[in-house]
């Protein structure tokens, strides 16, 4: 077998065999395929797609190329729950707790941020002393104990992603369906939780810009997940407009915080109280109403901010964080963005908030930058809102003075400002099972 011809074959818009693809993710896994070979195949993917079998066999075979993780010690139903990344996406913080209080055992491996969204991980560790890596043991141990623990990917899951994906972020071959569907399932079987709910954001902010391309990914997904014997779901959800009103990392985990003790907003206890009863469904078999409710009463009862709370400690970092969010450094400069007229805002481009995000200091541009944990931005409004000239649209926190410019402009530029007032647009679309 030869790689030239699997991606001639693929150019012509062919169905590859099974054999061919594991030929494929095998060798190029082992460095034995050269990298612009591997590029110039999922080029070809790109353009021509690839079948159900194809995309199902390309996920099997990259979750097979590094550890599969094994979870059969743990005593419950374990859920995983997945987002496909956006801006001000905090609900692992919250939706795990809330999960774990309630019975599920939540055994659950994240990642960092990427490009303009955020990563977990990068937010856990802006908790004074908490530790995202855990040995194997230490990790099952806690989930048994607590029904809860969420710590960074090992780097032997799924290895063939890691290789695929940073070929395809330097090479414009991220926003192919196929891809994203492998990339993300391969990494979800090989965490090994029996249910799986996928958070599948649409909207400026996320991979997927329009509501039907998300559709796509999420069925593509779901009917991977099924076909390796998981319980698997997809939500729909707004990417359009950041989630919640902060953005970076401890800003973030003070408003998860908030949101657990009930005081959250409603764009973001409402997404995470759908995504919390859809892994609730899984974990009781109970209809979605009855596990909407049980949700919120692990808020208001206070059992799901213990539970984070818990989990801190377990981990080693430091819970009275947790009991008081006026512990987490400040960041030493603040900028306010204000409103320049009269109108509504029409239009918040969650991307370009990212990247003003990411130039204050709360993301990377290179895997070597260091995260400031303070950094980020606090919106007072959002899409939809009625504004006056010289309001606070929003606050930039940073601790490099120089960052500020840039991140304004930027911040700027994503906004739209309209005299007419607009619609809020739908911030859950749908279901896939
Ligand atoms: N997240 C992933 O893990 N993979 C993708 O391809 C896109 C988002």
Not at 243 to 253: D, F, I, T, Y
Not at 326 to 340: C, D, G, N, S, W
Request: hydrophobic content about 40%.
């Amino acid at each position: 077998m030869r790689i030239y011809d699997i991606i001639l074959k693929k150019r012509y818009g062919e169905e590859l065999t099974d054999e061919e693809i594991e030929f494929f993710v095998t060798n190029a896994s082992k460095g034995d395929i050269e990298n612009y070979q591997i590029t110039a195949l999922l080029m070809a993917i790109c353009f021509n797609g690839m079948t159900e079998r194809e995309t199902a066999t390309l996920t099997m075979c990259m979750a097979r190329s590094g550890d599969i993780v094994d979870l059969s010690s743990i005593d419950g139903y374990t859920v995983d729950k997945h987002s496909t990344g956006g801006v001000g996406d905090k609900t692992t913080l919250i939706v795990a707790p809330i999960v774990a209080a309630l019975g599920g055992k939540v055994a659950k491996m994240s990642g960092r941020g990427l490009g303009h969204t955020g990563g977990t991980v990068d937010k856990l560790e802006s908790i004074e002393g908490f530790q995202t890596t855990l040995s194997g043991d230490a990790f099952l141990s806690q989930v048994n104990r607590i029904g809860l623990s969420v710590i960074g990917q090992s780097g032997d899951l799924a290895p063939a992603d890691k290789k695929l994906y940073a070929l395809r972020n330097d090479t414009a071959t991220v926003d192919s369906i196929p891809l994203i569907a492998s990339s993300i399932m391969s990494k979800k079987l090989a965490a090994g939780s029996k249910g799986i709910v996928l958070d599948v954001k649409t909207g400026s902010g996320a991979f997927m810009k329009s509501v039907e391309e998300s559709v796509a990914l999420a069925k593509a997904m779901v009917k991977i997940g099924k076909a390796a014997g998981r319980d698997t779901v997809a939500v729909i959800t707004d990417m359009d407009i950041p989630l919640g009103n902060a953005v970076g990392n401890s800003l973030e985990v003070i408003e998860a915080v908030e949101t657990l003790k009930g005081n959250g907003c409603e764009d973001l206890t409402t997404v995470c109280l759908e995504l919390a009863a859809n892994m609730l469904t899984l974990v009781t078999g109970k209809d979605k109403a009855s596990c909407l409710e049980m949700a919120k009463g692990a808020i208001a009862d206070g059992s799901a901010l213990r539970k984070l709370r818990e989990m801190v400690e377990a981990q080693g970092g430091n819970p009275t964080w947790i009991d008081n969010t006026e512990l987490f450094p400040k960041a030493e400069f603040t900028y306010e963005i204000k409103a320049q007229a009269d109108g509504y805002i029409s239009f918040m481009n969650a991307e370009k908030i990212g990247v003003s995000s990411l130039l204050l200091g709360a993301g990377r541009n290179t895997n070597k930058d260091v995260l400031d944990f303070t950094a980020g931005i606090i919106l007072n409004k959002k899409t939809g809102d009625k504004v006056m000239a010289g309001d606070v649209l929003a606050t930039l926190y940073t601790n490099t003075e120089s960052k500020i410019p840039a991140a304004a402009k930027k911040f700027n530029e994503a906004l739209v400002i309209s005299s007419d007032p607009v619609k809020k647009q739908p911030l859950i679309y749908l279901t896939v099972n």
